[in-house]
């Protein structure tokens, strides 16, 4: 059975760290695509940070860069995201999400990703 668990999130004071993992179980074909994703409450799921295997790139949402860093560790079928310098605005729900079939849309487009992690709540707050 293919899965995704997210893993790492919690509660943090604006300013402060956190890092979330994803953790890759039961797939036999290597990922064309994997990203992290949120969603607020009354807001739509919105593209964090992923990496694309078209052009082995990485790449980060407008709001993340510089905070944010994505990493990948094949050999553990693992990829994370340190989230530093957390603002409450990055409060949501982060899922990490996954496609093994070429993709056409930017990895950071949600749509289409047919595996999808069962999200994990990250609050930042004082």
């Known amino acids: 059975q293919r899965q995704l668990v997210e893993s790492g999130g919690g509660l943090v004071q604006p300013g402060g760290s956190l890092r979330l993992s994803c953790t890759a179980s039961g797939f036999t074909r290597d990922f064309t695509a994997i990203g992290w994703f949120r969603q607020a409450p009354g807001k739509e799921r919105e593209g964090v940070s992923c990496f694309a295997r078209r052009g082995s790139s990485t790449n980060y949402a407008d709001s993340v860069k510089g905070r944010f860093t994505f990493s990948r560790d094949s050999a553990e079928n693992t990829v994370s995201l340190q989230m530093d310098n957390l603002k409450p605005e990055d409060t949501a729900v982060y899922y990490c999400?996954?496609?093994?079939?070429?993709?056409?849309?930017?990895?950071?487009?949600?749509?289409?990703?047919?595996?999808w992690g069962q999200g994990i709540q990250v609050t930042v707050s004082s």
């Open positions: 999400a996954a496609d093994t079939v070429n993709r056409y849309r930017p990895c950071l487009d949600s749509r289409d990703y047919k595996y």
